[in-house]
């Protein structure tokens, strides 16, 4: 029987201040959880999972992941999904210091991301094309989020999520390309891409900021062929990596 406490505490990680208090972040559904026991296992602080799973997965399991097992009606309480299907997990926030990113193929920098479907979009597609490093500003919505957690499907713990001060971190890089996405800049179809680089994306409604954009070295935009007025901020990132990463080896 899990504790009373216990769950008040785990309620506690869909705040941002208790995730930043505590490092851990909560990651549910089977196929999630599955592929961290399976790729990352020592990041698992804590495992609840129904009986049913238990009984078919419990001798294969990583000793070193502690186990509790749970009723289906504990785990709604415990949940933050409408229909949990068998597992949640507590999973450890990385280490990242900013101090240790290294420019490689493309970085892609994220300026004022609120919506969360959004950032998990930008990781997911990020783990696709074989991102290895995304850099939010430090108003961008938290990486750990439970709706962000879902929407990456499984990719973050792929992915090295950084924050920063956005002005201070371009400054840093100024020898770095920065291709700015917007709407009045050269079709993404006819760029020569040099690597490394960054691809600069802004916010859903107001674009980069003009302090951000100040350290582009490129506008690039999707040419439109209908009357849509802009692209999701997920979608448009997805479209413009797949250019991209078509002539980066």
Request: glycine share 6%; proline share 5%; charged share 20%.
């Amino acid at each position: 029987m899990i504790a009373k406490a216990e769950v008040k505490y785990i309620q506690s990680l869909a705040h941002k201040k208790f995730r930043e208090k505590e490092q851990l972040y909560v990651v549910e559904g089977l196929k999630m959880v599955e592929e961290l026991i399976a790729e990352n296992p020592s990041g698992i602080k804590r495992l609840y999972a129904v009986d049913e799973w238990l009984g078919q997965h419990a001798s294969s399991l990583p000793k070193a992941i502690r186990v509790q097992a749970v009723e289906h009606f504990e785990l709604e309480k415990i949940s933050g999904l409408k229909s949990p299907d068998g597992l949640l997990a507590l999973v450890e926030i990385p280490a990242l210091q900013l101090s240790a990113f290294v420019p490689k193929g493309i970085t892609v920098v994220l300026d004022h991301i609120q919506d969360p479907g959004n950032l998990g979009t930008i990781i997911r597609s990020c783990d696709w094309f074989g991102i290895e490093n995304l850099v939010c500003s430090s108003d961008t919505v938290d990486a750990y989020n439970p709706k962000v957690v879902q929407s990456a499907k499984g990719s973050l713990p792929r992915v090295n999520v950084f924050y920063a001060d956005l002005k201070e971190f371009l400054a840093a890089h100024h020898q770095l390309p920065v291709y700015a996405a917007v709407l009045d800049g050269q079709s993404i179809h006819t760029v020569d891409f040099i690597f490394p680089c960054m691809l600069l994306v802004g916010n859903e409604s107001n674009g980069i900021s003009p302090d951000a954009r100040s350290f582009a070295t490129h506008a690039i935009t999707i040419p439109s062929r209908g009357r849509a007025e802009s692209l999701n901020a997920g979608v448009a990132t997805s479209i413009i990596l797949s250019s991209m990463t078509r002539t980066l080896i």
